[in-house]
């Protein structure tokens, strides 16, 4: 009789570089974990190929005959089907990677379940189980980087959708007949509040002349606020102008939502004083009042094992463990 008690999870999470593979028990802690490269040969090997065979390395180095496998958590970058766990879109320039069957060629592979999120998903419910939002039941978590991605959770459950595409927060119009977004549309709040909307108006005041002193190549996020805290008044003023838009897509979500807890993710939520404070005080100031007693907005907590976290409590969730 195997003893689900000890039972493990297989952690997955797929990106456009790397998979990060992980061992996690019941309680979330991550016993082993290992980084595998997929875009070695420009994804001439298809991704879920190098996946497959990545996974089947890691077991065999990690796995321990007595202690039960129960089911395989992933987390996938792209537009993934949650129900047929395929990748049914791409937004970037990744080949064969739009079709991949992934649960089915992993089940075939793995003698255990195989349950798929995308990443932004994955990652909010990471959040939920082990990170900012631990224990919260209503949860909006929006990932502020090269693009703007979402998770939303509605009464302890991830929101999917019919198909688990949902939470697709930064491809909602904010400007029409804005700025086209490489999803077909235009106007979409990615285009305004994500990290590489901040860098590319920086380079336009650069290059008009209107702040000077940093090659306009070199800018990212991370130079953008050393030079805010250097005291770069004008770079102050762009990054605020920025964070207002961030500020006012949060509180969309907050009166659609009615959250207790928003958590803004990626690189740029580590400047606690000149962005996460910012952006919180901003978002209250514009909110109907209400809604603000039992609301926090505040910064991630997972970082790197989020997605995989959030594919392992996916797992539970479906096979009632919790
Ligand atoms: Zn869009």
Known sequence: MENRQNGRYLAVDIGGTAVKIGLVDQEGNFLHTAEYPVAFDDYETPILDTVIASCGIFMEEFDEDDVPLLAIGVS???????????????????????????????????????????????????????GAAKGKRNVVAVTIGTGVGGGIIVNSQLLLGESGFAGEIGHITIRY????????????????????????????????????????????????????????????????????????????????????TVIIGGGVSSQQELFI??????????????????????????????????????CKQRLGEI
Request: aromatic share 8%; with cysteine; glycine share 10%.
């Open 177 to 260: 007949g804005g700025r086209e977004c490489p999803c077909g549309n235009t106007g979409c709040l990615e285009e305004y509040a994500s990290m590489t909307a901040l860098v590319r108006q920086v380079r336009q005041e650069i290059e008009a002349g209107r702040l000077e002193g940093i090659p306009a190549k070199e800018v990212n996020g991370r130079l953008i606020f050393q030079e805010i805290r250097n005291g770069n008044k004008e770079m102050e003023r762009i990054t605020d102008q920025w964070i207002d838009v961030v500020a006012a897509g949060i509180t969309g979500f907050v009166h659609i939502f009615n959250p207790e």
């Open 76 to 130: 996938a970058t792209g537009s993934i089907n949650t129900v047929k766990g395929t990748v049914d879109g791409s937004a970037g320039q990744v080949k064969n990677w739009k079709g991949s069957r992934i649960k089915e060629r992993m089940e075939e592979r793995f003698p255990v379940p195989v349950y798929v999120l995308n990443d932004a998903n994955a990652a909010a419910l990471g959040e939920v189980w082990l």
């Open 277 to 314: 404070d910012k952006v919180r005080q901003r978002a209250f100031a514009r909110m109907h009042p209400e809604f603000a007693p039992n609301l926090e907005i505040v910064a991630a907590k997972l970082a790197n094992n989020a997605g995989m976290a959030g594919a392992v409590y996916y």
